[in-house]
C-alpha cells in the first residue's frame, strides 16, 4: 500500500478520475476492494463519445474521454458515476497554450499544463462538492512521508519505467495530503492482470502516446486548422547564416528534428534553433545541438530554494530522457539556471525541466532556452 494510504479511514470518500483507460481502472478497483467510499469522475475535455461516428470506432481509437468504457468499469464496480464537460476550460487552460506555444517557435507539453490546469483542479473542485476527502488518480507515482517532518513529497513509482512524476511535478504541495495514486507501488504486469479480472478488453484498450485533441493526422494539421495564418513561410539556413533552403511555416519544427526538412547539404542537419521574430529555421550538426544549461522559468517547486540550491539534482528536460546530474542556481524572479555536468542533446524551450533527488520530487518548470552564455 502507498504510503499516502496508511492510516488513512477506509469508510472516507475517494473521488477517482476515470479517464477510460486501464490504469484508472484499476485505481479504481483497488480502492474499492480497500473498502473505501468511491464514486468515479470522468472529465469530459474534447469530443463527445456519444455520436454514431464515435461509437462504432475500435475502443482504443475514441477521444481520450473514453465515457463508456469509464461507465463500464463503474458498473462492474457498483458505484456512482458522474460526467463534468469541461471542454471550454480544457480549451482556454491546454489548447490555447497548445497553440501559443508553437506560436512562439517553442515545442509545449500538453499533458503536463493538463493535469495542473484541469485534471486535479478540475476534481479536486468536484471532490468538494462531493464532500469527497480525498481524489485519486492511475497514475505511476507515489507519496512518501517524511519521517522527521511529517510532510508528504511527491516521488517516483516503484515501476521507474512507467513512472509519470515529469507530468505531475506540478501539482500543488498543499494537494497532497488529500491525493491518492493507488499503482504507485505496483508494476504495469500487475496491473494488466487486476484490468483482466474486471472483465475489461484488454486486447483492445492500447495506451495512448499521442495528443489527446489532435484527431487529425499531426499536431501539424490541427495548427493550420486552428490558426490559418501560422503557414507563414521563411528561409532555412545554416548556422553561418547562409539559406540552404525555404519553409512552410517555423511550427513545422522542433528542436533536434531531422526527418522532413526538405534541404540538401551533404550531411546529415538537425534543426538547431527555431525563429519566428523572423521566420528562420536553423540547421545543422548534431554535436551542435548539445547545451550545458539552460534557463527556467513558470517555476512549481514542492521545497524550498535554499533546499534546490544547496546541493546537486538530477534534471530531466523530457519525458523519455533518463535524469542527469546537474546545479541549479537562481537567476531572477521565478527562473533559475540549470547547468548540467554534461551537455545535454536538444534541450527545448517550451519543455518542461524536473528536477529530482533520488526518487524525491523537488519541483520544475518550463525551459525558457539553452542558447549558452546566459546573463
Known amino acids: 500500500m502507498n504510503e499516502c494510504l496508511k492510516g488513512v479511514d477506509a469508510q472516507e470518500k475517494v473521488v477517482v478520475g476515470l479517464s477510460g483507460g486501464i490504469d484508472s481502472a484499476v485505481a479504481a478497483t483497488l480502492l474499492v476492494q480497500q473498502g473505501f467510499k468511491v464514486e468515479g469522475v470522468t472529465l469530459?475535455?474534447?469530443e463527445s463519445e456519444d455520436g454514431?461516428?464515435?461509437a462504432t470506432k475500435k475502443w482504443q481509437e475514441r477521444s481520450c474521454c473514453k465515457i463508456g468504457i469509464a461507465r463500464f468499469v463503474t458498473e462492474q464496480l457498483g458505484i456512482t458515476h458522474h460526467v463534468v464537460d469541461v471542454k471550454s476550460e480544457f480549451r482556454k487552460a491546454v489548447i490555447n497554450d497548445f497553440i501559443d506555444g508553437y506560436v512562439a517557435g517553442q515545442t509545449p507539453n500538453p499533458c503536463v499544463r493538463c493535469n495542473e490546469r484541469i485534471k486535479f483542479t478540475q476534481l479536486y473542485e468536484v471532490a468538494q462538492s462531493l464532500q469527497a476527502d480525498y481524489v485519486a488518480t492511475g497514475h505511476y507515482v507515489q507519496l512518501v512521508r517524511?519521517?522527521?517532518?511529517?510532510?508528504?513529497?511527491?516521488?517516483r513509482a516503484t515501476d521507474h519505467s512507467k513512472d509519470q512524476t515529469y507530468f505531475l511535478h506540478r501539482l500543488r504541495k498543499d494537494w497532497l495530503p488529500h491525493l491518492m495514486f493507488p499503482l504507485g507501488g505496483l508494476k504495469k504486469a500487475d496491473v494488466w492482470t487486476i484490468a483482466e479480472?474486471?472483465?475489461?478488453?484488454v486486447d483492445e484498450i492500447s495506451?495512448?502516446?499521442e495528443i489527446c485533441f489532435v484527431t487529425q493526422s499531426s499536431y501539424r494539421e490541427f495548427l493550420e486548422s486552428e490558426v490559418s495564418e501560422i503557414r507563414r513561410p521563411g528561409n532555412i539556413v545554416d548556422p553561418s547564416g547562409c539559406v540552404v533552403g525555404q519553409h512552410q511555416g517555423v511550427f513545422n519544427y522542433t528542436r533536434g528534428q531531422r526527418r522532413g526538412l526538405g534541404v540538401a547539404t551533404g550531411e546529415r542537419v538537425f534543426v538547431l534553433e527555431v525563429?519566428?521574430?523572423?521566420?528562420?529555421?536553423?540547421?545543422?550538426?548534431?554535436e551542435q545541438l548539445f547545451r550545458s544549461d539552460c534557463l527556467v522559468g513558470d517555476l512549481n517547486l514542492h521545497c524550498s530554494t535554499k533546499v534546490l540550491f544547496e546541493k546537486p539534482v538530477m534534471g530531466k528536460?523530457?519525458?523519455?530522457?533518463?535524469?542527469?546530474?546537474?546545479?541549479?542556481k537562481p537567476h531572477s524572479v521565478?527562473?533559475?539556471?540549470?547547468?548540467f555536468e554534461t551537455a545535454q542533446r536538444a534541450i527545448t524551450p517550451g519543455q518542461s525541466a524536473v528536477f529530482y533527488r533520488g526518487d524525491q520530487v523537488l519541483g520544475g518548470g518550463i525551459i525558457i532556452n539553452s542558447k549558452g552564455g546566459l546573463s
Open 207 to 209: 495506451e495512448s502516446q
Open 52 to 54: 454514431t461516428r464515435e
Open 275 to 286: 525563429e519566428p521574430q523572423t521566420d528562420t529555421v536553423v540547421v545543422g550538426p548534431e
Open 334 to 339: 521565478n527562473i533559475v539556471h540549470v547547468i
Open 197 to 201: 479480472s474486471l472483465g475489461l478488453p
Open 44 to 46: 469530459k475535455v474534447w
Open 146 to 155: 517524511d519521517l522527521i517532518t511529517d510532510e508528504l513529497h511527491l516521488a
Open 317 to 328: 528536460i523530457r519525458y523519455g530522457m533518463t535524469a542527469a546530474p546537474a546545479v541549479v
